[in-house]
């Protein structure tokens, strides 16, 4: 029996989280946090799951999970498969499989192919027919429509213009916008409405119709989840020296930030500097709740 549960237990009750806290931050189900404690490992849905499970648990609570890996493989007979082996095997089962369907393909196309010369030839003679046809054709309608081609020209000159008078209307309302919303953006205003434990709330006034949050690590890794009105549009683990810019549905009116490691993280609301860690800056784990007032 490892120690791994009893060592991930005690991190996550020195920083004061519960197993529904850690829930929430991880997106890993209770039952499964549970299990991993306990140490209970076949209640995991798999081996594949039962390190990256312990990986996310050990970075949500300030550890290394390199070195939690490394003891459960020297202590567990817990074998992982080679995902780069079995994709490998993947890939050559696949060029096998495309390499015969090319050889049936080709087998096929030299059966047909008296065929297909013979309705080649036939179409080339029935398109020279066609081509001669309509040259003759065309010949006799060029005096009929030469007096038409002076006012038919006109007419799509005057069409061309009106065109270019609205495009260039459309350009420039779009400019106009555009100013509007950067200058907009740079009067947003954020304040704290309140806190409660590791959650905190806060309302940005002056905020555009469409906003940006960029997310940068800087320090051991850090997972980070954001919601747009209550439904995720992006998750995932940022190593330092990373960012990643999400931007948000327009209509957005209230962001939700989840965040592993505060510690490394640090935020950028459409441009401009979030100084989130102002409240309670000791504090690793917390959620962020912005309300958008435009």
């Given at each position: 029996?490892?120690?791994?549960?009893?060592?991930?237990?005690?991190?996550?009750?020195?920083?004061?989280?519960?197993?529904?806290?850690?829930?929430?931050?991880?997106?890993?189900?209770?039952?499964?946090?549970?299990?991993?404690?306990?140490e209970?490992?076949?209640a995991?849905?798999?081996?594949?799951?039962?390190?990256?499970?312990?990986?996310?648990?050990?970075?949500?609570?300030?550890?290394?999970?390199?070195?939690?890996?490394?003891?459960?493989?020297?202590?567990?007979?817990?074998?992982?498969?080679?995902?780069?082996?079995?994709?490998?095997?993947?890939?050559?089962?696949?060029?096998?499989?495309?390499?015969?369907?090319?050889?049936?393909?080709?087998?096929k196309?030299?059966?047909?192919?008296?065929?297909?010369?013979?309705?080649?030839?036939?179409?080339?003679?029935?398109?020279?027919?066609?081509?001669?046809?309509?040259?003759?054709?065309?010949k006799?309608a060029?005096?009929?429509?030469?007096?038409?081609?002076?006012?038919?020209?006109?007419?799509?000159?005057?069409k061309?213009?009106?065109?270019?008078?609205?495009?260039?209307?459309?350009?420039?309302?779009?400019?106009?916008?555009?100013?509007?919303?950067?200058?907009?953006?740079?009067?947003q205003?954020?304040?704290?409405?309140?806190?409660?434990?590791?959650?905190?709330?806060?309302?940005?006034?002056?905020?555009?119709?469409?906003?940006?949050?960029?997310?940068?690590?800087?320090g051991?890794?850090?997972?980070?989840?954001?919601?747009?009105?209550?439904?995720?549009?992006?998750?995932?683990?940022?190593?330092?020296?990373?960012?990643?810019?999400?931007?948000?549905?327009?209509?957005?009116?209230?962001?939700?930030i989840?965040?592993?490691?505060?510690?490394?993280?640090?935020?950028?609301?459409?441009?401009?500097?979030f100084?989130?860690?102002?409240?309670?800056?000791?504090?690793?784990?917390?959620?962020?709740?912005?309300?958008?007032?435009?």
């Amino acid at each position: 029996m490892t120690e791994i549960g009893q060592t991930l237990k005690e991190a996550r009750e020195q920083k004061g989280l519960t197993l529904d806290d850690l829930q929430q931050t991880t997106k890993i189900q209770k039952r499964y946090l549970i299990a991993i404690e306990s140490e209970n490992f076949d209640a995991l849905p798999g081996n594949f799951y039962v390190r990256a499970f312990i990986s996310q648990y050990a970075k949500a609570v300030g550890l290394n999970d390199a070195e939690l890996l490394a003891q459960l493989d020297e202590e567990t007979n817990i074998q992982i498969e080679n995902p780069v082996e079995k994709e490998a095997t993947t890939r050559t089962e696949a060029m096998r499989m495309e390499q015969a369907e090319k050889n049936d393909f080709l087998n096929k196309l030299i059966n047909y192919l008296p065929t297909i010369i013979i309705v080649v030839v036939v179409v080339a003679i029935l398109g020279t027919i066609y081509i001669v046809s309509f040259g003759n054709h065309s010949k006799n309608a060029a005096s009929d429509s030469s007096s038409q081609t002076v006012s038919v020209s006109s007419e799509s000159e005057k069409k061309t213009s009106s065109s270019q008078k609205a495009s260039s209307k459309k350009a420039s309302s779009a400019k106009e916008s555009s100013k509007k919303a950067s200058s907009k953006a740079s009067k947003q205003k954020i304040e704290s409405v309140s806190s409660d434990g590791s959650t905190f709330t806060y309302n940005v006034t002056n905020a555009p119709s469409t906003n940006e949050l960029q997310l940068t690590v800087d320090g051991s890794a850090a997972w980070s989840a954001v919601s747009a009105n209550g439904s995720q549009v992006w998750q995932g683990t940022l190593n330092s020296g990373e960012n990643h810019t999400v931007s948000l549905p327009s209509g957005t009116t209230t962001i939700t930030i989840n965040l592993g490691n505060s510690n490394s993280t640090s935020l950028k609301l459409n441009g401009k500097t979030f100084n989130y860690k102002n409240e309670n800056s000791t504090l690793t784990v917390r959620t962020i709740t912005l309300n958008l007032e435009q």
